[in-house]
């Protein structure tokens, strides 16, 4: 049984970086692209972005590009969402998910991140 | 405002057939692009319930169907039942702007 365990502070200051981590169980880590994707009432689901799980290929929504940073550590199985200089645009459930095309069959159970000054 | 267009709310009574739209343009679904379903119940995270236009994961009931033609896809629930009550979105990649992926706005489905 696959699972994805995410984990991150759920509470930021405007300009601060939002860290996020995606533990992956009970399944393969490789043969898949693994992706972070948003949710909040005004701006809906929003794919925030995808990494191969070799690390070796990323690719994000243009929107976000000049913030994000997805990494992987195929080590551990893990991988992470970096989101800089946040605002209160940014409060969203961030969701980590897998992706075995253009498209996520596993998904994390969630993150609510809350950003407020 | 969503790149792919959802119906904001459909209902149905237990039995029934519903169906949702999704309706983009020539810069993605019309394009070529697969489209993809998902099921949200309150407070969890979506559940994939169509994959490439057509297809079901194991374990998600046939009473669930999707199909795709031209600019617009459809997701169609065949009887209804209470559990269907859910909120479903599409999705599919848009090539506009250095591409990416999008999504519909979201269908709030309830069962009468």
């Known amino acids: 049984q696959v699972q994805l365990q995410q984990w991150g502070a759920g509470l930021l200051k405007p300009s601060e970086t939002l860290s996020l981590t995606c533990a992956v169980s009970g399944g393969s880590f490789s043969g898949y692209s693994w992706s972070w994707i948003r949710q909040s009432p005004g701006r809906g689901l929003e794919w925030i972005g995808a990494?191969?799980?070799?690390?070796?290929?990323?690719d994000y929504n243009p929107s976000l590009k000049s913030r994000v940073t997805i990494s992987v550590d195929t080590s551990k199985k893990q991988f992470s969402l970096k989101l800089r200089s946040v605002t209160a645009a940014d409060t969203a459930m961030y969701y980590c998910?897998?992706?075995?095309?253009?498209?996520?069959?596993?998904w994390g159970q969630g993150t609510l991140v809350i950003v407020s000054s | 405002q969503s790149v792919l267009t959802q119906p904001p709310s459909v209902s149905g009574a237990p039995g029934q057939r519903v169906t949702i739209s999704c309706t983009g343009n020539s810069s993605n679904i019309g394009a070529g692009y697969d489209v993809h379903w998902y099921q949200q119940l309150p407070g969890r995270a979506p559940k994939l319930l169509i994959y490439?236009?057509?297809n079901r994961p194991s374990g998600v009931p046939d009473r669930f169907s999707g199909s795709k033609s031209g600019t617009s896809a459809s997701l169609a629930i065949t009887g209804l039942q209470a559990e269907d009550e859910a909120d479903y979105y599409c999705q599919s990649y848009d090539s506009s702007l250095s591409g990416s992926r999008v999504f519909g706005g979201g269908t709030k489905l309830t069962v009468l």
């Open positions: 990494i191969h799980h070799s690390g070796a290929v990323t």
């Open positions: 998910a897998r992706d075995p095309n253009d498209y996520s069959n596993y």
């Open positions: 490439g236009n057509t």
